[in-house]
């Protein structure tokens, strides 16, 4: 059985961080300088707070899929 979640992410070109959230994991705010180490908190903490939130039990061999949606937008100054 696999249960699967959408995360979204934003380009903060202020902090120059990638920022995820997730209206379907509880307490799933997080952020990385660049989308591969985004991915990689997010597979360590999507677990431990589904968990936390009881919304999976540890152990119980449930896979867990995530979508990772994206938005940056960038501007460009025209000489």
């Known amino acids: 059985?696999?249960?699967?979640?959408?995360?979204?992410?934003f380009w903060d070109q202020e902090a120059q961080v990638w920022v995820?959230?997730?209206p379907d994991i509880l307490g799933l705010v997080t952020?990385?300088?660049?989308?591969d180490?985004?991915?990689n908190k997010l597979?360590?903490?999507?677990?431990?707070?589904?968990?936390?939130n009881h919304?999976?039990?540890i152990g119980n061999n449930k896979n867990?899929?995530?979508?990772l949606i994206t938005h940056r937008?960038?501007?460009i100054q025209m000489a």
């Open 1 to 9: 059985m696999t249960s699967h979640y959408k995360i979204e992410a």
């Open 20 to 22: 995820a959230e997730s």
């Open 31 to 35: 952020e990385a300088d660049n989308l």
């Open 37 to 39: 180490r985004l991915t």
């Open 43 to 52: 597979k360590q903490m999507i677990p431990e707070l589904l968990a936390a």
């Open 55 to 57: 919304q999976i039990a």
């Open 64 to 67: 867990i899929a995530f979508e």
């Open 73 to 75: 937008q960038e501007l």
